[in-house]
Structures are given as C-alpha cells and as structure tokens.
C-alpha cells in the first residue's frame, strides 16, 4: 500500500541524517567524555559498577523529550514532516540507545544476573516515568484550554 506524502523523499531522509548526526554526537560526549561504567573490572567489583548511569541519562532524557514534542510542537504536524522527522527521528533517536544499554545489561548479567534485571527495571521504570509525567502535563494543558473532560 502506498502511502501520500507532503515532503519530497530526499528532504526527508536529510532531515532524519542531520538530526541523527548531532543525536549520536551528542549521545557520544555524554557517555564517552562524560560518564560510562568502570572500565577496570575486578572479582570484586560491583555489578552495578558496570551498569551505564550516562545511558539512562541519555535514553530517559530522550524519552522525556520525544513525548513533549510529540505531544507539543510536533504533534500536529504530517509524520514525514522534516522538523518532526529531524527532531524525533533524527536527534532523539541519535540520543537514545536501548542496544547499548542491553549490551551493558548483558555485561551486568555476567556478574550478577539479579542485578541486570534491576537495571533493566530501573530503566524501563525510568522510561515510563518520564512518559507518564510529560503526558500528564500535557493532559493537564488540554483539560484547562477545552470543554471537553477526561
């Protein structure tokens, strides 16, 4: 089935390119330069040692962002519309990265199994968070501009 779009391809897949350029940029000096796990693993070192603080930084930031801009600024507009395409797609999802935080996780699994599955709750705990709280507010704004109740 084909689907109609407004926006020529090629602008489309720039918008996405550019966004996820400084995305992955921006996720790099994040979890590169600032934070990561302890390189230096001994027998003794605590699995949560390992686990990537940087990554659930950068993913529930992303998720934050993600959710305000569908539900803000971006979500009136067509799905291939560049600056939705380039902020979304692009530069949130240049930002967040769910395989490098199931490498980490499979790194933590090697230490302790339990505690993996702690990081992976704390991070769809987190996720889910951020996606509650901003589509609250977003309620919230609708109830007080409209006559229509939730």
Not at 24 to 50: F, H, I, K, Q
Not at 62 to 77: D, I, K, Q, T
């Amino acid at each position: 089935m084909l689907v109609s779009r407004r926006f020529p391809i090629l602008l489309r897949v720039a918008a996405v390119t550019l966004g996820g350029l400084l995305g992955g940029a921006l996720r790099y000096v994040v979890t590169v330069d600032l934070g990561g796990p302890n390189e230096v693993l001994s027998p003794t070192t605590s699995p949560w040692e390992t686990f990537d603080w940087s990554l659930l930084a950068v993913n529930s930031i992303g998720v934050f962002l993600a959710v305000s801009l569908l539900f803000g600024r971006c979500g009136n507009r067509p799905s291939d519309d560049p600056l939705r395409l380039f902020a979304t797609t692009g530069v949130l999802g240049g930002l967040t990265t769910y395989s490098s935080l199931c490498l980490n996780l499979v790194h933590m699994w090697q230490k302790s199994p339990g505690a993996a599955l702690g990081g992976l709750s704390l991070s769809l705990t987190v996720a889910a968070l951020a996606t509650a709280l901003r589509s609250e507010e977003h309620t919230s704004e609708l109830q007080s501009h409209s006559f229509i109740s939730y």
